[in-house]
Protein backbone atom coordinates (compact mmCIF):
# COMPACT_ATOMS: atom_id res chain seq x y z
CA UNK A 1 0.00 0.00 0.00
CA UNK A 2 1.40 3.46 -0.70
CA UNK A 3 0.53 5.31 2.43
CA UNK A 4 2.26 2.23 4.35
CA UNK A 5 5.75 2.81 2.37
CA UNK A 6 5.01 6.42 2.76
CA UNK A 7 4.82 6.84 6.33
CA UNK A 8 8.15 4.18 6.69
CA UNK A 9 10.28 6.94 6.34
CA UNK A 10 9.17 8.88 8.50
CA UNK A 11 9.01 6.36 11.27
CA UNK A 12 13.07 5.31 9.98
CA UNK A 13 13.91 9.04 10.05
CA UNK A 14 12.63 9.53 13.87
CA UNK A 15 14.25 6.08 15.02
CA UNK A 16 17.39 7.25 13.69
CA UNK A 17 16.84 10.51 15.40
CA UNK A 18 15.93 9.15 18.53
CA UNK A 19 19.40 6.92 18.54
CA UNK A 20 21.42 10.09 17.88
CA UNK A 21 19.87 11.96 20.80
CA UNK A 22 20.86 8.87 22.99
CA UNK A 23 16.65 7.24 23.48
CA UNK A 24 15.37 4.54 22.24
CA UNK A 25 11.69 3.69 21.11
CA UNK A 26 11.32 2.03 24.63
CA UNK A 27 11.49 5.36 26.16
CA UNK A 28 8.42 6.73 23.91
CA UNK A 29 5.70 6.90 26.88
CA UNK A 30 2.43 8.30 24.42
CA UNK A 31 1.69 8.52 20.90
CA UNK A 32 -0.68 10.42 19.41
CA UNK A 33 -1.56 9.93 16.26
CA UNK A 34 -3.18 11.89 13.38
CA UNK A 35 -5.09 11.02 10.30
CA UNK A 36 -7.14 12.61 7.78
CA UNK A 37 -9.33 9.25 7.05
CA UNK A 38 -10.40 7.06 9.18
CA UNK A 39 -9.67 4.75 6.04
CA UNK A 40 -5.83 5.08 6.75
CA UNK A 41 -5.61 3.70 10.60
CA UNK A 42 -5.13 0.27 9.64
CA UNK A 43 -2.09 0.77 7.17
CA UNK A 44 -0.39 3.64 9.47
CA UNK A 45 -0.71 1.52 12.80
CA UNK A 46 0.97 -1.71 11.23
CA UNK A 47 3.42 0.53 10.07
CA UNK A 48 3.26 2.00 13.97
CA UNK A 49 4.15 -1.59 15.10
CA UNK A 50 6.47 -2.76 13.11
CA UNK A 51 8.43 -0.30 14.68
CA UNK A 52 7.61 -0.24 18.30
CA UNK A 53 7.84 -4.06 18.98
CA UNK A 54 9.28 -3.40 22.36
CA UNK A 55 7.83 -0.53 23.32
CA UNK A 56 5.00 0.12 26.14
CA UNK A 57 3.04 3.22 25.39
CA UNK A 58 -0.11 4.55 25.70
CA UNK A 59 -1.62 6.24 22.27
CA UNK A 60 -4.44 7.90 21.17
CA UNK A 61 -6.23 7.65 17.76
CA UNK A 62 -7.36 11.26 16.26
CA UNK A 63 -9.26 11.57 13.18
CA UNK A 64 -9.14 15.54 11.99
CA UNK A 65 -9.99 17.12 8.53
CA UNK A 66 -6.51 18.59 8.16
CA UNK A 67 -3.23 18.72 9.01
CA UNK A 68 -0.44 21.57 8.91
CA UNK A 69 -0.41 21.23 5.09
CA UNK A 70 -3.12 19.75 2.67
CA UNK A 71 -0.07 16.95 1.42
CA UNK A 72 -0.03 15.61 4.82
CA UNK A 73 -1.73 12.45 5.40
CA UNK A 74 -0.85 11.32 9.18
CA UNK A 75 0.79 13.08 11.72
CA UNK A 76 2.28 11.10 14.93
CA UNK A 77 3.08 13.19 18.23
CA UNK A 78 5.37 10.92 20.28
CA UNK A 79 6.16 11.96 23.49
CA UNK A 80 9.44 10.14 25.77
CA UNK A 81 11.23 10.19 29.44
CA UNK A 82 14.71 9.56 29.59
CA UNK A 83 15.77 8.88 32.64
CA UNK A 84 19.41 9.94 32.88
CA UNK A 85 19.70 7.99 35.85
CA UNK A 86 19.57 4.52 34.17
CA UNK A 87 21.99 5.86 31.30
Known amino acids: MILARRRSRPARI ?3 LSRKLGDTIEDICKLTIYVTDASYRPAVYAVVDRYFVNAH ?3 TGVVVKGLATSDLLVEIDAFGVIDERNR
Open 14 to 16: SSH
Open 57 to 59: HCS
